[in-house]
T-cell receptor
Framework: QSALTQPASVSGSPGQSITISCTGT?????????VSWYQHHPGKAPQLVIY???QRPSGVSNRFSASKSGNTASLTISGLQAEDEADYYC??????????FGGGTKLTVL | EVHLLESGGRLVQPGGSLRLSCVAS????????MSWVRQAPSKGLDWVAA??????????SDSVRGRFTISRDNSKNTVFLEMNSLRAEDTALYYC????????FGSGDFWGQGTLVTVAS
């Protein structure tokens, strides 16, 4: 299976909003509401920021929101802050009873 | 506080074997599925395997099925990854992750710091 498709990089200025897309197929994102998003600062453990398409874990800022339409999921970060600069990964449950990750998106806060 | 500590990573020759361990604390281990996710150098995250809370069901990525085995010992709060027939492409930082649910396919809500596996001659 090929990885879910994410843009390699996105950028934004502090205070702005950015959206990261994650495109899959009808065998994964399109068929299941088990999309997750992770924030990963290099050298640290990945952190879950969204689960089940749009749910925020306890302790995650409400500046993080997400949605899904068809085979594409999206993560939006509003009110960008310097600490948001990190790699972001989406993942989805698939029809073959596995988990598929996206290739990752590097977020740069200008 | 949830804590996951991986160990067992090292340099191993192609075709060799390795056993990774992950000791968990801070939650009721037997209630949650566990998974392994890896990250090759300068690459993205790659799901490897997951085991249900009861250890009854186990799932693997196509790239490791038949070579890797995930298991758990709920009496010791530990999940294992037995790796055989290792290849250069298995070189990666291996993360242990607690899954949000008892099912193996929930999101990983807590992750360890990882243990490095290098496959080279």
């Amino acid at each position: 299976q090929s990885a879910l498709t994410q843009p390699a990089s996105v950028s934004g200025s502090p205070g702005q909003s950015i959206t990261i897309s994650c495109t899959g197929t009808s065998s994964d994102i399109g068929s299941y509401n088990y999309v997750s998003w992770y924030q990963h600062h290099p050298g640290k453990a990945p952190q879950l920021v969204i689960y089940d398409v749009s749910q925020r874990p306890s302790g995650v800022s409400n500046r993080f929101s997400a949605s899904k339409s068809g085979n594409t999921a999206s993560l939006t970060i509003s009110g960008l802050q310097a600490e948001d600069e990190a790699d972001y990964y989406c993942s989805s449950y698939t029809i073959t009873s596995s988990i598929l990750f996206g290739g990752g998106t590097k977020l740069t806060v200008l | 506080e949830v804590h996951l500590l991986e160990s067992g990573g090292r340099l191993v020759q192609p075709g060799g074997s390795l056993r990774l361990s992950c000791v968990a604390s801070g939650f009721t281990f037997s209630n949650f599925a566990m998974s392994w996710v890896r990250q090759a150098p300068s690459k993205g995250l790659d799901w490897v395997a997951a085991v249900s809370a009861s250890a009854v069901t186990r799932y693997y990525s196509d790239s490791v099925r038949g070579r890797f085995t995930i298991s758990r010992d709920n009496s010791k709060n530990t999940v294992f990854l037995e790796m055989n027939s290792l290849r250069a492409e298995d070189t990666a930082l291996y993360y242990c992750a607690k899954v949000r649910s008892s099912s193996p396919f929930g999101s990983g809500d807590f992750w360890g710091q990882g243990t490095l596996v290098t496959v080279a001659s």
